[in-house]
């Protein structure tokens, strides 16, 4: 049974934020898009705090709160390489790729063990990193040279990329416990 207290609302939130923010989005209101970005990013910093300090985590909020981050992740990538930021595509995929093999995995762990991995400081970081790099993409990419912005999406890749290596030695871990 689902517990919904304010931190996992705020997770549904969230999810309900997605398609809001690819229709103003593509329909070219890009102030608003980056409020909503906004909204979205405070939104996942406060339902974690809330969730902390009173004592009020779910394996429902572990298990969904990362996936509605990854989802506005994606889903934004997504929506800045369709209005022409090239290495977006590559983000996308990147991201793909890496949530697929991340949600593929806790399944399992799951499954054998009723473990759910949080988020630690490092996939936190990750995901603070891309929705500032998403925020300024939104509102300055038009203006920002191809260098520049290979330089911020290169920075929140490599974050990205160092967080997954850190949960697959996490996930190897608590694997051998349990398989």
């Not at 608003?32 to 902390?52: F, K, M």
């Not at 800045?80 to 093999?101: D, Q, T």
């Not at 300024?136 to 160092?162: C, H, P, Q």
Request: charged share 15%; hydrophobic share 60%; proline share 2%.
């Amino acid at each position: 049974m689902v517990v919904m207290n304010l931190p996992n609302l705020l997770t549904v939130i969230r999810f309900f934020l997605i398609p809001v923010f690819v229709f103003v989005y593509l329909s070219g209101n890009r102030i608003a898009a980056a409020a909503i970005l906004a909204v979205s990013g405070l939104t996942d910093i406060l339902d974690g705090y809330i969730a902390r300090k009173y004592n009020m985590i779910t394996k429902w909020g572990k298990a969904f709160d990362p996936v509605a981050d990854k989802l506005t992740q994606i889903t934004v990538a997504f929506c800045i390489a369709l209005s022409g930021h090239r290495i977006m595509w590559f983000v996308f995929g990147f991201l793909v790729f890496k949530e697929l093999i991340m949600v593929l995995g806790g399944i399992k762990l799951y499954k054998k063990s009723d473990v759910v991995i949080g988020a630690n400081w490092y996939g936190k970081a990750a995901t603070l990193i891309f929705y500032i790099v998403f925020f300024v993409l939104i509102l300055f990419g038009r203006n920002m040279s191809e260098f520049s912005k290979y330089i911020l999406t290169t920075a929140a890749v490599a974050l990205s990329i160092f967080a997954f290596i850190r949960y697959i030695i996490l996930f190897l871990g608590i694997r051998k416990k349990f398989f």
